[in-house]
């Protein structure tokens, strides 16, 4: 059985459906009145007309003081939920009962291995992953008995370099060549200034890599004016708002990578069980008792009416990040690095990684690319989560046990680069153009966001000189505005109705 799968099943008059462990594919349901819907596309539960789309407070919690991301199990429409990762769902329709079972979990143990034995250890489940899922989808289509054409995104970075040497050797003995790609932006050059989290532009690692492995590279470049539009699109692709250009970018790039290839690979999950986010080793934020990717959750809550905050619990997210933390399995004899880092690896998985997984599968399944995650081997995961972190941090470097892992595969330069988030526009012009789209939303009174959101708190977003971050490293003032350009779209397109 693939590694990652739905798996959807009758079996003795019973509806079984079992979503995958480490959450790569979305699954939701809806359960109601003795009718159970289940879809990997929220949209497709919304199509039947039973289902009506409401949001109550706690979905509103969910999209302005948690959103883009979510309490595992929610899906912010009312009466829709996910199935969490590694979750069965049995439905017997006879009594009309829904039943979860938790069938996988990760599990602290001691760790015997030396480094030495380690790092063997994790290039051999890593190549393993790679080389099985390139095995598995280069077999003919089923239908048509032709190979389907198989590429990789590459960033310069570390996880994209990694697992196009690794299908670039693959693919040779095939006889073939690798094609890559890579997702650039009109202007980026000129505009681009280095920060603590994107210190320098992948252009020229990208360059790099494309002579190294002697592959065919495809550098896709976007406009100020698609990325925009793409905003609408990707919230359709989602059924939900998402990471306002984060998303839209991700989609135009798929639907641009599909003319080419019909399978991409691409590095998500490294990250998460690496412990490869600033925040795993900045010191001031890894401490603070909340999720270390969102914004001040009182600066969430500012942009809310009054009368909407006031019957949404102020602990709401703490009590979240409680119940998370206290969900993460580590033994007893860990110290309190160790039990932090365990956490902090829990809360990644279960929770930020699971927003850029979804994002992943419905931006590429929009444009009918596959996509590939190899570092999502619950194998890879399950050994990992045992490493100390002493070996994780090796030299002091973000995803130093990997990097050492891996050398010889890549060039040094690539090899211990430091990392660098997914590419976004530093064009002017985009911030230009979703500040005019913000404003003519607030204009117009019938405006559905302003149904929940304080015009006045948007109206000082846009000319706020002290920007917030909203979600992690990516989302800053122009994803700010962007998201709430998608709620207020979202809200009016399925004519969501606030209960």
């Not at 960033?155 to 990694?162: E, N, Q, T, V, Y």
């Not at 929940?452 to 490293?473: D, F, H, M, R």
Request: glycine share 4%.
């Amino acid at each position: 059985m693939p590694l990652h799968n739905i798996v959807y099943m009758k079996y003795h008059n019973q509806i079984i459906i079992e979503r995958d462990r480490m959450g790569v594919k979305p699954l939701f349901y809806y359960h109601k009145n003795g009718k159970f819907l289940y879809d990997s596309d929220i949209k497709l539960i919304l199509a039947d007309p039973a289902v009506k789309p409401q949001i109550d407070a706690q979905g509103i919690a969910e999209l302005i003081l948690l959103g883009p991301g979510r309490t595992p199990g929610h899906a912010i429409f009312k009466n829709i939920q996910q199935l969490p990762p590694a979750t069965r769902a049995h439905y017997d329709p006879v009594a009309d009962k829904l039943t979860l079972q938790k069938y996988w979990s990760l599990t602290d143990k001691e760790h015997a291995d030396t480094f030495e034995q380690t790092k063997e250890k994790v290039r051999e489940l890593l190549v393993n992953s790679i080389e099985q899922e390139l095995a598995q989808k280069s077999r003919p289509a089923p239908a048509t008995n032709t190979p389907l054409s198989i590429g990789t995104f590459l960033s310069g970075g570390l996880d994209s370099s990694i697992i196009s040497s690794v299908a670039c050797s693959y693919l040779k003995k095939q006889g073939k060549t690798l094609e890559t790609f890579s997702v650039d932006y009109r202007d980026n050059d000129k505009y681009f200034s280095s920060s603590k989290f994107q210190p320098n532009s992948d252009n020229v690692y990208i360059e790099e890599m494309a002579l190294f492995l002697d592959i065919k590279h495809h550098r896709i470049l976007l406009d100020t004016e698609e990325l925009v539009t793409a905003l609408y699109d990707a919230v359709d692709a989602r059924g939900l708002p998402g990471m306002a250009d984060i998303d839209a970018s991700l989609l135009l790039f798929c639907k641009k990578v599909k003319k080419h290839i019909d399978i991409a690979f691409s590095g998500e999950g490294a990250d998460e069980i690496f412990g490869g986010y600033p925040w795993f080793r900045d010191e001031i934020i890894r401490n603070r008792q909340n999720f270390p990717w969102s914004g001040s959750i009182e600066f969430r809550r500012s942009f809310l009416k009054d009368e909407i905050a006031d019957v949404i619990d102020r602990d709401y997210v703490q009590t979240r990040y409680q119940s998370a933390t206290a969900d993460t399995h580590i033994l007893p004899s860990a110290s309190p690095l160790e039990r932090r880092m365990k956490e902090m690896t829990n809360l990644n998985l279960t929770w930020f990684g699971q927003t850029l997984l979804e994002r992943k599968h419905r931006m590429s399944t929009a444009t009918g690319l596959t996509v590939c995650l190899p570092f999502c081997d619950y194998r890879l995961a399950e050994y990992l989560y045992t490493v100390p972190w002493e070996f994780k941090d090796y030299k002091g470097r973000e995803k130093g046990l990997l990097r050492e892992a891996m050398t010889g595969l890549l060039p040094d330069t690539i090899l211990w680069r430091k990392k660098s988030p997914y590419p976004k526009t530093h064009n002017p012009a985009y911030f230009k153009a979703v500040s005019n789209k913000l404003r003519e939303v607030i204009s117009n009174p019938d405006s559905p966001l302003l149904q929940i959101i304080k015009k006045a708190a948007l109206e000082n977003l846009l000319t706020s000189q002290n920007p917030v971050p909203w979600y992690g490293q990516l989302m800053t003032t122009p994803q700010t505005i962007a998201y709430f350009l998608q709620i207020n779209y979202w809200l009016e397109k399925y004519k969501v109705e606030i209960v």
